[in-house]
């Protein structure tokens, strides 16, 4: 099986920043697509940005221009980086991977960090 381990979150004041952390272990021949989502109380999990193995890349409309989103292939890990934090950013953020071995694709979430930003 295939674990997506999270790390970074935490409480931040307005303005701040935080860097997110994702690496994916296990038994597998690549991952492919890797990205965040988030999920704040009451509205529905949404895409953050996410990232291929060949270097395509994609931003919330919210996120764009303070959000960053990489990737270290060889240790299987993207990160996030969020700058200019806002309370609306306030949310679990998710990892998410698309991973495929010899046969099948798989897609996996990771466990989920919390993000709170304060005003």
């Known amino acids: 099986q295939v674990q997506l381990v999270e790390s970074g979150g935490g409480l931040v004041q307005a303005g701040g920043s935080l860097r997110l952390s994702c690496a994916a272990s296990g038994t597998f021949f690549s991952v492919n697509r890797m990205g965040w989502y988030r999920q704040a109380p009451g509205k529905q999990r949404e895409l953050v940005a996410s990232m291929t193995s060949a270097g395509t890349r994609n931003y919330a409309d919210s996120v764009k221009g303070r959000f960053t989103i990489s990737r270290d292939n060889a240790q299987n890990t993207v990160y996030l980086e969020m700058n200019s934090l806002r309370p609306e950013d306030t949310a679990v953020y998710y990892c998410?991977?698309?991973?495929?071995?010899?046969?099948?694709?798989?897609?996996?979430w990771g466990q989920g960090t919390q993000v709170t930003v304060s005003s």
């Open positions: 998410n991977a698309d991973v495929v071995d010899s046969i099948h694709g798989y897609n996996y």
